[in-house]
């Protein structure tokens, strides 16, 4: 393999290696030298990718929230009017929500460290705000389209990541596969209703 | 002060020194240690009271969530109907939110924990599950007495709670303390009014 394609090959095994051990462990527990193990790198390559075993969660989290935006915008994108395009995400959620699941506990344990590290707290609050941004946007356009009904399009949107937010940290606590992607379908649907323009 | 008001006011003083280290260090880093010292306590009067740390935590848990039991019991005995009940719950979620937020992390590191620990998983269950049950009950009797629109009952509770979840969560990241009344209380009307059964 050229050297180009081999530091590539290391790290996306580096990458693996770390959800897997992060999964089992915990992010606290984890530590670099089982990812190393894993991975079957050495400590000298694992460096040269990450700084950091804070740095390489920050990428996995990165990835999955990147796939997030990724469905999210192919989906407004056929849509045609703001309110179908949340009652899709509303349909969505179900699938994004058991696929998510995997990586909720992390996401946890990031979030009770973020209280006691600024870099972590930066790092959750900037996607955060993102989902936030991109919602509010969203209710101002099915405002405009007439579909959404007018209420503040922040408290809108902060309600939908919320709701979210919840359904997944919900999802962990229970066992039935599937009512971790009924549930959310369902719930979605009962704030959809909430925020929809009452017909005529 | 007679034997057994000297041991309750012990405890009180260990609950109290309990909860400035779990909120200023995180549940993890908190030693039973520090805890003694805060309170002016020997390590044999803390075992006295508390078999763990683990234990002490749980009961501080147990009480806050006490706390809110009664809340909604009261407001629910008040209430003519479960239509005004759930929306007098929205009215007040903005306060019991807002006086939680110290508590929250605490919760969170504790959920994340869960995935490891039995007994804490176990200890967080429950009182979601009770929650869940309560609602549910709540969701029922405002279905038969025409308030709530007919959907499934449990799942609208699910709705409910994971909204709440959610926005105690969001609550951390908020830093502007008038948010954090005002958008809990919003964003339950929004989905009571998703839950409500269209008049006419």
């Known amino acids: 393999m ?19 051990v992060f999964l089992e462990q915990g992010y606290q527990a984890a530590s670099v030298a089982e990812i190393c193990a894993r991975a079957d790198v050495s400590k000298g390559a694992f460096y040269h990718h990450f700084e950091t075993k804070q740095g390489l969660f ?8 990147a796939g997030i935006d990724r469905q999210l915008q192919a989906l407004r994108a056929e849509s045609p009017d703001m309110g179908s395009a949340l009652l899709r995400v509303a ?26 590290d ?14 936030e941004a ?3 946007e ?9 579909v959404i009904r007018k209420t503040d399009p922040r408290d809108a949107a902060r309600t939908l990541v919320a709701l979210s937010v919840g359904l997944l940290l919900q999802g962990l606590l229970d066992p039935a596969p599937s ?8 719930a979605l649907h009962l704030l959809m209703d909430g925020l929809r323009e009452a017909p005529g």
């Open 91 to 116: 349909d969505m959620a179900g699938e994004i929500f058991d696929t998510a699941n995997d990586q909720v506990p992390m996401f946890l344990e990031f979030w009770s460290e973020a209280r006691h």
């Open 179 to 186: 009512r971790r992607v009924e549930t959310p379908r369902h």
């Open 138 to 146: 969203w209710m101002k356009e099915g405002m405009a389209q007439g």
């Open 58 to 65: 920050l990428t996995l989290m990165e990835a999955w929230l």
């Open 2 to 20: 050229p050297t180009q394609e081999r530091s590539e090959a290391t790290r996306q095994a580096i990458l693996k290696a770390a959800r897997a």
């Open 134 to 136: 991109v919602f509010t």
């Open 118 to 131: 600024r870099a972590v707290w930066q790092a959750l609050v900037e996607p955060y705000r993102r989902y």
